[in-house]
């Protein structure tokens, strides 16, 4: 049974950070592109970043990019989302994603997520 | 404002058939980029429904089911249960802005 456990939410001032973490479980992490997605309270559902497999390319949402950094240790079964100079518009909850192999990416399993809530 | 729109509600009685529709652009589903639907009950992360146009992960009912033409989707439900109350979104792909996108969601009253 796939399993994604995120954490590293919580409250962060206008301009600070976090470091979000999804412990993966019961496939195989490391041949599986991965991915984040986000919900902002009340709101639908928002694409963030994601890392593909094998290429291990990174790709980000254009409202986070030179912001945010996903990265993975595929010995830990870990993916992470660096989130740095953070703002209000960010407060949202963060969903890790395994992603459904295909021409187009389809998110097939999601965490519980985590939420970010960024304010004063 | 998003790239997929979806019609904001949608609502139907217990055993009746339903249909949403996704309707985008010659830069995503109009184009080479499938389409996939996810149920996010109350409360609940979201869950993938349809994906590739038409095919249903294994325990997805048969009553659910997609469909794909020119620049727009449907997803239909049949035999409608109170359990299928929730919000429905679509995903596909986007060239034009480069990012996976979804619908904005239909939300499903089952009255």
């Known amino acids: 049974e796939v399993q994604l456990l995120e954490s590293g939410g919580g409250l962060a001032q206008p301009g600070g950070s976090l470091r979000l973490s999804c412990v993966a479980s019961?496939?195989?992490?490391?041949?599986?592109?991965m991915s984040w997605v986000r919900q902002a309270p009340g709101k639908g559902l928002e694409w963030v970043s994601g890392?593909?497999?094998?290429?291990?390319?990174?790709y980000y949402t254009d409202s986070v990019k030179g912001r945010f950094t996903v990265s993975r240790d595929n010995s830990r079964n870990t993916l992470y989302l660096q989130m740095n100079n953070l703002s209000v518009d960010d407060t949202a909850l963060y969903y890790c994603?395994?992603?459904?192999?295909?021409?187009?990416?389809?998110?097939?399993?999601w965490g519980q997520g985590t939420l970010v809530i960024v304010s004063t | 404002q998003s790239v997929l729109t979806q019609p904001p509600s949608v609502s139907g009685a217990p055993g009746q058939r339903v249909t949403m529709s996704c309707s985008g652009s010659?830069?995503?589903?109009?184009?080479?980029?499938?389409v996939h639907w996810y149920q996010q009950l109350p409360g609940k992360a979201p869950t993938l429904l349809i994906y590739g146009n038409t095919m249903r992960p294994s325990g997805v009912p048969d009553r659910f089911s997609g469909s794909k033409s020119g620049t727009s989707a449907s997803l239909a439900i049949t035999g409608l249960q109170a359990e299928d109350e929730g919000d429905y979104y679509c995903?596909?792909?986007?060239?034009?802005?480069?990012?996976?996108?979804f619908g904005g969601g239909t939300k499903l009253t089952v009255v």
């Open positions: 994603v395994k992603v459904h192999h295909g021409p187009t990416w389809a998110f097939g399993s």
């Open positions: 890392a593909d497999y094998p290429t291990d390319d990174k």
């Open positions: 995903q596909s792909y986007d060239y034009i802005v480069n990012a996976w996108v």
């Open positions: 019961g496939f195989s992490f490391s041949t599986n592109a």
């Open positions: 010659s830069s995503n589903i109009g184009s080479v980029f499938d």
